[in-house]
């Protein structure tokens, strides 16, 4: 049998020293169901490659996005355009729109976005019978498809609102302290989108709003997991306990007509405390934006 260097006999000291310093969790019995949230956990942590766009995709989503942008600045010349959202986030899926802000000084009113849908057909670029002007939504947005040439893409402009802007460098923040953010935004996504539940506009939570609902949960960790299971959900294998327990919290436990979500306080609090929340969101979930204090998101 061949001897060890010393070299690399020190190394593996060192490792082992290392290792030994490291928080562990208490040892206790594994039971029936533990087994079971642990593949659950093997399942999610294997899910993401297969549903978040490819190197491929992503280039080519980037290539029609460019060729976007550079209509827009020709037809505005001294406008900003910013992808934000999912996107910009690293966590859209492959069927996931991609959300494009467009800032142009002075331009205001509902007839922008005609004319961004207008010159965006004229161009070639998009399939004119997809092209929806939603002017009298809350935040006014025009939507297109990309011809078929060029991916067949959905995307959704907006003018002169930056807060999705200001919200991506927030969460990419969330991203980086809380690493079970990504994985069970993931699979609860897919899980919205198959039951059509994916967004506001059909009673869902917006992406941005299901990303608050998450960090606001893994904030308040309302079965008191041990800290590890949140800060280090790979090494303890937490992401199926921390996906049940997010269902259920929502699912039976939330107070919704008594308090909303607020990330930045890392806790729930009283609607009655914010005058900014009127009685009729009373029965609704309701999250206060990461940016903009006393602007309301939510589910209707």
């Known amino acids: 049998m061949p001897r060890r260097s010393k070299k690399a006999t020190g190394v593996i000291a060192d490792l082992a020293c290392k290792a030994s310093r490291l928080p562990s969790l208490p040892v206790v019995k594994q039971t029936h169901s533990d087994i079971f949230l642990r593949r659950l956990h093997f399942d999610i942590a294997q899910f993401e490659p297969l549903v978040v766009p490819t190197p491929q995709e992503k280039c080519v989503r980037l290539q029609v996005y460019n060729l976007l942008a550079a209509v827009l600045r020709k037809r505005f010349r001294d406008c900003q355009v910013e992808v934000y959202g999912s996107a910009a986030q690293g966590l859209a899926l492959h069927s996931s729109d991609t959300d494009v802000a467009v800032l142009i000084p002075g331009k205001t009113g509902p007839g922008v976005l005609f004319q961004i849908a207008s010159k965006l057909e004229s161009v070639g670029l998009v399939v004119p019978g997809h092209t929806r002007v939603r002017h009298r939504a809350r935040i006014p947005i025009v939507s297109v498809q990309t011809k078929p040439e060029f991916g067949s893409l959905t995307f959704d402009i907006v003018v002169n609102h930056d807060d999705g802007m200001k919200v991506t460098p927030i969460v990419h923040d969330y991203l980086d302290k809380m690493p079970a953010v990504r994985p069970l935004l993931l699979i609860l996504k897919v899980f919205l989108c198959q039951r059509n539940l994916n967004s506001a506009a059909t009673g869902g939570p917006s992406s941005y709003v299901l990303t608050c609902m998450?960090?606001?949960?893994?904030?308040?960790?309302?079965?008191?997991?041990?800290?590890?299971?949140?800060?280090?959900?790979?090494?303890?294998?937490?992401?199926?306990?921390?996906?049940?327990?997010?269902?259920?919290?929502?699912?039976?436990?939330?107070?919704?007509?008594?308090?909303?979500?607020?990330?930045?306080?890392?806790?729930?609090?009283?609607?009655?405390?914010?005058?900014?929340?009127?009685?009729?969101?009373?029965?609704?979930?309701?999250?206060?934006?990461?940016?903009?204090?006393?602007?309301?998101?939510?589910?209707?």
Not at 220 to 230: E, F, Q, S
Not at 241 to 267: C, H, N
Not at 280 to 296: A, D, F, R, S
């Open 214 to 300: 998450v960090i606001h949960f893994l904030q308040v960790n309302p079965k008191g997991l041990h800290p590890l299971r949140i800060e280090d959900p790979m090494r303890t294998e937490s992401l199926g306990y921390l996906l049940l327990d997010f269902l259920k919290y929502y699912g039976s436990e939330f107070p919704y007509e008594t308090d909303y979500i607020s990330v930045k306080a890392k806790k729930r609090l009283p609607k009655t405390s914010a005058p900014w929340i009127s009685q009729n969101c009373y029965p609704h979930l309701c999250v206060e934006c990461l940016t903009n204090e006393g602007e309301l998101h939510g589910v209707p």
